[in-house]
């Protein structure tokens, strides 16, 4: 991995800023919904439609196109030598189901506006470079998220992965094959020789240092479980309190116990529920189950280990106290990932060159770059968004910062895209 400072040839390629808001516009428009955001959940037909798309700009660019057997898709523009492996960019273009235009779609078209440059002004690079559209990040439908960068790297199987179904009991590979994206090449048969990924920052430290590139250091590891509360359905009205099995009142008091945990591990400790059932969900029925999802997340790993045990103590006494049935799924997890020093150093030359203020951020989301790390060096470039609001449909950001993170993005990958 080539860890120089951006070739001096190109020091004044800038990318089109209103192409790549164009097309993030466009690309938008697929899972448009009223309050301005995107729903446009892994495998579904918008996802097909959004790849379709994203696709078929790529061919327009002279760009050749593979899919794995997960659906990642990968889009290559040839270098001088084509025996060097690729420097990789990209994102994801699943969204949360209240999501927003920029998550995941940002890294792609940034890298998609990258080549639109390169080619713009004929530019060549010794070695190839890509684009990746990873499959199913957000893990909103099916976990474990970040699901095609898993699979491409090792983290679990392509079978657990296929194997995966979604409330309405739809699996991974019968969705990927309805879709028409089950591809032929082998996961992770597919070289990367350093990996770059821009994204918003999805949180408000950028914006309110009024700084426009996060130069990435590392991002905080998570552990994902299912909490399965089992008590007694009865009647609301005549079962005496003293007597309930209440599923619903003893899972309120493991969720306040997950917030609880994320504020005794500060400044990074995260704790969130973000999904419920509750069975039968009648008005005047003592639920019987409740099934919750919990997300813990820290930049420590001893941390994140004491969030976890911590957990497990509280499930046990709860049990022990209330005599109801609870069971703990873990679901998704993976340690925090610091990112390479020569990917990192790149960027932040690359926004010093370009001129731009940067601050280190270290990203609280998980993004699909933790898993390439794993195979190659990797950098992430973040930009500000609005209020720092991401995962709701009122995401939004800066036309001048989405640029200004596509114009790092060029240069990084040209620091990287150029080998002795
Ligand atoms: O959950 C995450 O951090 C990412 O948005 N999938
Ligand atoms: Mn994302
Ligand atoms: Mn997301």
Not at 229 to 252: C, N, W, Y
Request: with cysteine.
């Amino acid at each position: 991995m080539n860890a120089r400072t951006p070739p001096t040839t190109n020091i004044t390629l800038r990318v089109d800023g209103e192409r790549l808001w164009n097309s993030l516009m466009e690309l938008g428009a697929i899972g448009a919904t009223p309050k301005g955001g995107v729903c446009r959940l892994a495998l579904s037909d918008l996802d097909k439609q959004g790849r379709d798309l994203v696709c078929a700009w790529a061919v327009s660019e002279g760009m050749s196109v593979t899919v794995d057997q997960i659906g990642n898709v990968f889009m290559r523009r040839s270098g001088r030598n084509n025996a060097l492996a690729p420097v990789v960019t990209g994102s994801h273009i699943d969204t949360q189901p209240t999501g927003g235009k920029f998550d995941g779609n940002y890294g792609v078209l940034a890298g998609l506006e990258v080549i639109r440059t390169l080619n713009q002004h004929q530019i060549e690079t010794e070695a190839p470079i890509e684009v990746a559209v990873w499959t199913n990040e957000e893990g909103s439908r099916f976990v474990p998220v970040m699901m095609g960068s898993g699979v491409f790297c090792g983290a679990f199987s392509l079978e657990h992965a296929y194997a995966a179904t979604d409330t309405a009991g739809l699996n991974v590979r019968d969705e990927l094959a309805r879709i028409g994206y089950i591809g032929e090449q082998q996961c992770g048969d597919h070289p990367i020789g350093a990996y770059y990924e821009a994204h918003i920052e999805q949180g408000p430290v950028l914006e309110n240092a009024d700084i426009v590139i996060g130069v990435v250091p590392a991002v905080l590891g998570l552990t994902w479980y299912d909490c399965t509360v089992t008590g007694f359905e009865s009647h609301a009205g005549p079962t005496p309190m003293e007597i309930r099995k209440d599923a619903l009142q003893v899972a309120t008091y493991i969720m306040q116990e997950v917030v609880a945990i994320a504020l005794r591990y500060p400044p990074y400790g995260r704790g969130t529920v973000g999904m419920v059932q509750v069975m039968p969900n009648s008005r005047n029925v003592i639920p019987g189950q409740v099934k919750f999802s919990i997300d813990l997340r820290n930049v420590s790993p001893e941390l994140l280990v004491s969030m976890n045990r911590d957990l497990e103590n509280f499930l046990a006494k709860m049990r022990s106290d209330t005599g109801l049935g609870i069971e703990l799924q873990r679901v998704s997890d993976f340690p925090p990932c610091p990112f390479h020093p020569a990917c990192v150093s790149n960027v932040r030359a690359a926004a010093e060159l370009l001129g731009y203020p940067t601050m280190d951020v270290v990203s609280g989301a998980g993004h699909d770059a933790i898993y390439a790390a794993r195979l190659a060096p990797a950098g992430m470039i973040f930009v500000p968004c609005k209020d720092g609001v991401s995962h709701n449909e009122i995401e939004d950001a800066k036309p001048e910062h989405l640029e200004a993170g596509a114009n790092v993005l060029l240069h990084a990958i040209l620091a990287s895209a150029v080998r002795v």
